[in-house]
């Protein structure tokens, strides 16, 4: 009853930006730490960027001073900035976020289906 829908992925030139939205419906009570992982073929996800319900962020070194995680409860999205892209940025990227549905007493990890995001060189 917790759904996360990806969109904003795309096809760009190395130096492009690009801005990935994640909103999330349901019978959510409350949403805490929310974040943007990453696969690429033949690789393990990673997580690149968290932000906590308190609104403090951290990011994966590679994309320091490059990308930027933001949320807006009010209209229950996440965003993710992604600005001077490159070619290691390729990959799908996936929303993730730990929220407590109603009537339960603890949260769970919700994921969306991913969007791709390519960058060319």
């Known amino acids: 009853q917790v759904q996360l829908v990806e969109s904003g992925g795309g096809l760009v030139q190395a130096g492009g930006s690009l801005r990935l939205s994640c909103e999330f419906s349901?019978?959510?009570?409350?949403?805490?730490?929310m974040g943007w992982y990453r696969q690429a073929p033949g690789k393990q996800r990673e997580l690149v960027a968290a932000?906590?319900?308190?609104?403090?962020?951290s990011y994966t070194d590679s994309v320091k001073g490059r990308f930027t995680i933001s949320r807006d409860n009010a209209k229950n999205t996440l965003f993710l900035q992604m600005n001077s892209l490159k070619p290691e940025d390729t990959a799908v990227y996936y929303c993730?976020?730990?929220?407590?549905?109603?009537?339960?007493?603890?949260?769970?990890?919700?994921w969306g289906q991913g969007t791709q995001v390519t960058v060319s060189s």
């Open positions: 993730n976020a730990n929220a407590r549905r109603l009537l339960k007493v603890t949260g769970d990890v919700y």
């Open positions: 349901g019978d959510i009570f409350s949403v805490n730490t």
């Open positions: 932000v906590t319900s308190g609104g403090s962020t």
